[in-house]
């Protein structure tokens, strides 16, 4: 095989999961050298993978702002999530477990997106009031969270169906935990969540784990039935930080 020519690896490619852009797709020949100008496929190839090295993933501003606090009219602060005894919180082994099922379901609903010949003949239309709450939580009650329910919803009420969502189980007494129809829209919505998040998208999932989690920290880890009372509220803070790249929220 000629020296400067690419070699393509789909194997080491993660073609399971069309939003990870870490994976490896190309291997460089270990007998190219880096230069200044590239004048090979492989060349340019290796000079933009050093050249990525050299900077962070989330870059951010060192700037002092302190000096401007005086003309600051609101300030806005980060919560944390809330502290939970540690048998409560999810094994990372259990974590990859998840992102990687919830990736499969995520492929099926793109293809879907894709082709919508291959839609199930009884997708209907679903029309409703996003400001409606009364209207939102009826619509949660009366109908089971399949798949051809949320594609029936316009894409503009995707997020604000999964914000109402999170009010809904502001709702849950300390000690309770999200009841199964309401995890299961939950799960049902961040599957058809679109990337690349908006900020507003973005907002949303994080109120979303930060409710889970303090949902968690009032649960009673003796309980009996404590392991089928953590698993959703674990699923959710996984996949919004391991799936969404939310990162400073996972455990």
Not at 159 to 178: C, H, M, N, S, Y
């Amino acid at each position: 095989m000629p020296k400067n020519k690419i070699v393509v690896k789909p194997k080491d490619c993660d073609t399971d999961n069309p939003d990870d852009l870490l994976s490896p797709c190309f291997q460089i020949n270990s007998n190219v050298e880096l230069k200044d100008i590239p004048t090979t496929g492989e060349e340019y190839l290796l000079k933009v993978i050093k050249e990525r090295e050299n900077y962070s993933q989330v870059t951010k501003c060192d700037k002092d702002y302190s000096k401007f606090a005086k003309n600051q009219s609101c300030f806005v602060n980060e919560l944390p999530l809330a502290k939970v005894p540690d048998n409560l919180k999810p094994t990372i082994e259990w974590q990859n477990i998840q992102v990687a099922d919830f990736s499969d379901v995520r492929l099926y609903i793109s293809r879907l997106l894709a082709n919508k010949s291959h839609w199930p003949n009884c997708i209907k239309v679903v029309e409703i009031d996003q400001d409606n709450l009364i209207g939102w939580r009826k619509f949660f009650e009366i109908n089971e969270p399949t798949l051809s329910c949320v594609l029936g919803l316009r894409y503009t009420l995707l997020d604000r169906a999964l914000e109402v969502l999170t009010d809904i189980i502001d709702d849950v007494e300390p000690g309770k935990t999200i009841d199964y129809k309401t995890g299961q829209w939950i799960y049902a919505f961040l599957a058809c969540t679109r990337q690349p998040l908006l900020s507003d998208t973005t907002s949303i999932l994080r109120n979303l784990a930060r409710k889970c989690a303090e949902i968690r920290s009032h649960l009673n880890p003796e309980a009996e039935n404590i392991k089928e009372a953590v698993a959703p509220l674990n699923i959710f803070i996984c996949l919004v930080s391991r799936y969404f790249r939310q990162y400073d929220l996972a455990d």
